[in-house]
């Protein structure tokens, strides 16, 4: 996954407790070009409106509890398998906090020659 510049990871799983409900954020990272947390939601399938539900609570969450002051708002990402962008936009349309939703390509569905190249999924996870 390529964000850029000025992305330093936090967490995978961040554990976060809000009147005694647990919550887990896929990946947690500073962007400290925005001054911002950023929360990353990974999703094997389809977009559902669910997601943006759970994000928005993330978001909530991370900007009461973790933020610091002199920080902005928290933003959430949403990768998704597959998604429709007319209905997404539709979907996210009156959320104020900031939310986008992209996809992804997992690395089965790319040209043996990448597929080739990329460090197995399962590495990953261990070094996660």
Do not use: W
Request: proline share 4%.
């Amino acid at each position: 996954m390529t964000f850029g510049q000025d992305f330093s990871f936090i967490g995978n799983q961040y554990r976060m407790e809000v009147a005694g409900e647990e919550m887990f954020i896929d990946l947690l990272f500073f962007n400290r070009e925005l001054n911002s947390l950023v929360a990353v939601e990974l999703k094997s399938g389809k977009f559902r409106t669910s997601y943006l539900g759970q994000l928005n609570t993330y978001l909530s969450a991370l900007d009461t509890y973790i933020r610091k002051p002199h920080e902005n708002p928290s933003i959430g990402i949403i990768l998704c398998k597959e998604m429709n962008q007319t209905f997404v936009e539709f979907a996210v349309r009156d959320y104020n906090k900031p939310m986008g939703v992209a996809t992804y390509r997992a690395s089965k569905d790319m040209p043996e020659r990448l597929r080739n190249a990329l460090p197995n999924i399962e590495d990953l996870k261990k070094l996660l």
